[in-house]
């Protein structure tokens, strides 16, 4: 109980985190798109990835599927999440944002005039493939946990398995002799041999 429980849970958080990293690469595959250029493998990658893994959380969600068969699956999109954030790679060591002092004089109330302020410049560029970087990190981390919960639901999941025998027996006695049946009052049959 406490596998699946666990297992939904981490299933939905993928789907949560899934969106802002499709999100996030169909902007870039649109810009690519748009100006006629080819799509970077560091960004085609994480959204094929991206894309088909949220259709696969949403149809495990939805239906009952061989646990066995959940985890290998899962454990797929772990090596290709784990491929996708490889070739991102580059961008974890990047400064998204400088920090520049403005010109404005900002009054503080009784605490004086503050001559110029910080004033952060952003590139947003960076700091979205950085976003989905770190996201995807994050992906990598709940389908490994999925796959472990698929697992342990699969080791727990005991079919019972009922076998039912039907003996046919002759009612020939053993000369060779047909069988007499006869019934008494209760409608019970007896079985009646000559020696």
């Not at 949220?54 to 495990?60: E, L, R, V």
């Not at 699956?73 to 772990?78: L, R, V």
Request: positive net charge; proline residues 2%.
């Amino acid at each position: 109980m406490i596998e699946k429980v666990s297992f939904i849970f981490w299933r939905v958080m993928e789907i949560i985190f899934l969106i802002p990293i499709i999100g996030i690469m169909a902007y870039f595959v649109n810009g690519f798109i748009t100006n006629n250029q080819l799509t970077p493998d560091y960004i085609l990658i994480l959204f094929i990835v991206s894309v088909i893994a949220i259709f696969w959380a949403f149809y495990t969600l939805i239906t009952k599927q061989s646990h066995a068969f959940v985890s290998l699956i899962d454990f797929g999109f772990f090596g290709a999440l784990i491929a996708g954030i490889y070739k991102l790679n580059f961008i974890s060591n990047a400064d998204c944002t400088n920090w520049n002092v403005g010109s404005v004089l900002l009054s503080l109330g009784p605490f004086g005039i503050q001559a110029g302020y910080l004033r952060p410049d952003i590139n947003k560029t960076c700091g979205m493939l950085k976003a989905c970087f770190a996201i995807g990190i994050m992906e990598v981390i709940f389908f490994f946990f999925t796959a472990i919960a698929a697992i342990y639901m699969h080791r727990g999941h005991r079919d019972v398995v009922v076998k039912e025998t039907f003996v046919r027996r002759s009612h020939s006695s053993r000369r060779g002799h047909g069988s007499h049946h006869s019934r008494d009052r209760r409608g019970s049959s007896s079985r009646r041999s000559y020696a």
